[in-house]
Nanobody
């Protein structure tokens, strides 16, 4: 019953910005990690930004300095602020989270959202 719901994608011109949101809902005990992936047609899904142990963040090299991941633990929400967007940022962006729940006997299960499309035109 745990679900991830993304929002905030759209069609923008190069140089513009978007802010993606991902809300985790359901019988959540804890969220151990959250991150954003993207996939363009014909390409592998890649990690764009994520939180790692200790609250540190890591980013895909090509988005460093332009994208910022943040979270609101009280709202079970993670954000991705994307500035100075480029056409090569185009893809479907997916939220991913490792979540412990009572239903999983507190083991970590990995969940994916349905994705939100980001299209950047030149």
């Amino acid at each position: 019953q745990v679900q991830l719901v993304e929002s905030g994608g759209g069609l923008v011109q190069a140089g513009e910005s978007l802010r993606l949101s991902c809300v985790a809902a359901g019988p959540i005990f804890s969220i151990n990690s959250m991150g954003w992936y993207r996939q363009a047609p014909g390409k592998q899904r890649e990690l764009v930004a994520g939180f790692i142990s200790g609250g540190s963040t890591n980013y895909l090299d090509s988005v460093k300095g332009r994208f910022t991941i943040s979270r609101d633990n009280a709202k079970n929400t993670v954000y991705l602020q994307m500035n100075s967007l480029k056409p090569e940022d185009t893809g479907r962006y997916y939220c991913n989270a490792g979540i412990r729940s009572q239903g999983s006997n507190y083991a970590v299960n990995w969940y994916w959202g349905q994705g939100t499309q980001v299209t950047v035109s030149s």
